[in-house]
């Protein structure tokens, strides 16, 4: 795992141009602690930090082909390396390291863009061909590794992460409007946005070509269940045979390391699966897992986790954190997140990763399974919101249910009784698909609107014509139906693609540690977008063919216990431990000096969470967030 940079400038190379790289690569040094490396040559500059995993020594970057006319720097792993190896030698090509990086450089020689196609992994890289003076950037297909770009005026620039991007001099440092108001609704910025005016992103499954001073975007994968889903299994007892081979082909193809490697494990069914199908392939008392707990009971999950561990016969690793030390993380969130990310969870995934990276370099986890299996509460509640929606009278769901809702104690416990009520009836006026992000998300997309100062919301669309524009978006390459299979493959794209592995690679190579995710395998995400949505939901339960897979080869315990988030009491700890730094950061004169939010609008929502009058968590921590992150880069 690596961190990447770098600009093209067709005026040509002055003296700063070289400080200016390298400023930008050590902006990335916790991406890579092992190893520098830069190449310049004809307006290019291209810079990478190393995270050794495979071929320790001799897989240094950036690196070129035989006759140097194409230069790569790369961050990710291609699993599938030694394959097309192979295939390229037989056509030709002249290998001079074990590293998976160089068959990125003789399959664009060879193939150009239809290469991507063929790569199994976890990837962003950055690719230029001094033939014909062209840069490319491209992304794997469920965006898991991060890629930055941006022209201005006549040269692009890229990087890992937006901290690299605020170390060229051309990245202006504005905030985008409209990028703002999507952080507040969605907890994350949505590709292809970013928080900077003029940065973007590359899409998950795209491509972004430069020559000459022109850009061309597009995806070279899209993830369509209604195209994929007519070669699936015919029936549940081959869906649960198909997944249980493909996850441990997935789990083998991601062993190969030359640096010790351990299993993220939260004894839900995700981790479980991906722990039971290694111990299939290693022997279980070789296999490192690690846990994080906290003291509040309602948010712990060392317990079961412990259980799956003992019961498979690992070498489980174990940390019990009280409150202070996340707490005092959550002070920090903007230098682990360089860009707003208002995921409290980031919080105990950078914990475990750094409790992990103590006696490992690679772990495994289990994320996917969510989206995949549908493992989420909001797809058992789908059916009940259509029934709602078409049979209820609008006034019961939209006046007296909410006033009766009100009524309720508040409380601060995950997934209380109030916070689930008040979360299903704002959801319920939008379309199936939109519902899912009301639900999930922070402020309702008018509520976000208001929240702005007027300067900022004259510079934002007004919501109510197209208040999710992201869902909107991917619908194109998802499927235009209502569908729970279109909405799994939305959560997959916008959930997953900007939230999930967004945390999950900051957490993580914030203490230079890889993560890999075998249930975001491609054989295996395009498999579970060919069954029908009945075999893992019914019956009030979720992921019913996992649940069948596992069936007595762990605990009967776990295999019964319900969805538990990876979270941390953030609710109390904004009214309590976070209390001075939520009064620091959201006071009526901070907002007024700063100007992006009305301090009323944001006021009125403060002083009701901390009275204990509301549960506000989901609408301040974005506020938060911004504010800290704000604070931490550009004021």
């Known amino acids: 795992m690596c961190g990447i940079a770098g600009f093209v400038n067709p ?58 006319r194409v230069v790569v720097v790369f961050n990710g792993e ?80 890229f990087g890992s992460e937006l901290r690299a991007m ?21 907890e994350s910025v949505p590709a292809p946005r970013s928080i900077l005016r003029g940065v973007r992103k590359v899409l998950p499954g795209g491509v972004v070509e430069w020559q000459d001073g022109q850009v061309r975007e597009w995806l070279w994968y899209s993830l369509r269940p209604s195209v994929v889903g007519e070669a699936g299994p015919r029936s549940e007892g081959e869906a649960v045979a198909r997944i249980e081979a493909t996850l441990l082909e997935a789990v083998g193809d991601r062993l ?30 070789t296999v490192d897992t690690y846990t994080i707990g906290f003291e509040d009971p309602s948010y712990d999950e060392s317990a079961p986790a412990r259980e799956v561990a003992r019961f498979l016969g690992t070498r489980h690793h174990e940390e019990v954190l009280g409150p202070r030390v996340a707490t005092d993380l959550v002070r920090r969130v903007a230098d682990l997140a360089d860009e707003p990310l208002a995921d409290p969870s980031l919080v105990p995934t950078h914990l475990l990763s750094r409790f992990a990276r103590r006696s490992v370099t690679v772990a495994l986890s289990g994320d996917g399974g969510d989206e995949l299996f549908y493992g989420y509460p909001t797809f058992l509640v789908d059916a009940l919101a259509r029934r709602v929606v078409q049979w209820a009278p609008r006034r019961l769901w939209q ?22 009520l008040r979360r299903l009836l704002r959801g319920l006026p ?3 698909a939109r519902r899912h992000f009301a639900w999930v998300g922070g402020f309702l997309p008018g509520e976000a609107w208001r929240v702005l100062s007027p300067e900022v919301r004259s510079a934002v669309p007004d919501p109510e014509g197209n208040p999710f524009p992201e869902v909107d978006f991917w619908h194109e390459t998802c499927g235009s139906g209502q569908d729970l299979r279109t909405i799994a493959c939305l959560y997959a794209r916008l959930y997953l693609g900007d939230g999930v592995l967004t945390k999950v690679d900051r957490a993580s190579m ?27 939901l019914r019956g009030g339960t979720t992921k019913r063919l996992l649940r069948r897979l596992l069936a007595g080869r762990v605990p009967r315990s776990i295999l019964r216990r319900p969805k538990k988030g990876f979270g941390i009491p953030l609710s109390r700890w904004l009214r309590e431990d976070l209390r001075p730094l939520v009064e620091e950061h959201l006071s009526g004169d901070r907002l007024r000096r700063e ?17 204990g009058r509301r549960n506000h968590r989901k609408e301040i921590y974005p506020l938060l967030v911004f504010q800290l992150w704000l604070s931490r880069h550009l004021l």
Do not use: C
Not at 36 to 61: K, M, N, P
Not at 259 to 278: I, Y
Not at 403 to 420: A, I, Q
Not at 595 to 611: N, S, T, W
């Open 11 to 68: 005026a040509g190379p002055s003296p700063a141009d070289p400080r200016i790289l390298s400023r930008m690569v050590r902006s990335l040094a916790h991406r890579g602690p092992d190893d520098e490396g830069t190449w310049a040559g004809e307006g290019a500059f291209l810079g990478h930090r190393r995270l050794s995993v495979i071929d320790l020594q001799g897989g240094h970057q950036p690196m070129t082909g035989e006759d140097g």
């Open 78 to 157: 291609i699993y599938n390396h030694r394959v097309l190896r192979e295939d390229l030698e037989r056509k030709g090509h002249t290998f001079r390291t074990r590293a998976d990086t160089e068959v990125l450089v003789h399959g664009w020689e060879e193939e150009g863009h239809a290469f991507w196609q063929r790569l199994q992994g976890m990837f962003a890289l950055a690719l230029w061909d001094s033939r014909t003076r062209t840069l490319v950037l491209v992304r794997d297909r469920m965006g898991k590794k991060p890629l930055y770009h941006g022209v201005f005026g006549r040269e692009v620039v």
């Open 166 to 186: 605020m170390a060229h001099p051309a990245v202006p440092r504005e905030v985008d409007p409209e990028a703002l108001w999507r952080l507040l609704v969605m």
């Open 256 to 285: 190969e390391a030359e640096v010790p490697l351990g299993v993220f494990l939260s004894g839900g069914l995700d981790s479980t699966a991906v722990l039971w199908a290694l111990t299939r392939l290693r022997d279980p008392g």
């Open 399 to 420: 006046q007296w249910l909410p006033r009766w809702v009100d009524g309720l104690p508040v409380s601060d416990r995950d997934m209380s009784l109030d916070f689930r």
């Open 430 to 432: 939008f379309s199936a």
């Open 510 to 536: 914030a203490v230079g540690l890889e993560v890999r995710s075998p249930l975001l395998d491609t054989r295996m995400v395009e498999l579970a977008f060919t069954m029908p949505p009945e075999w893992s």
């Open 595 to 611: 100007g992006f939010f009305d301090p009323e609008a944001v006021r009125g929502i403060v002083e009701a969470h901390l009275a």
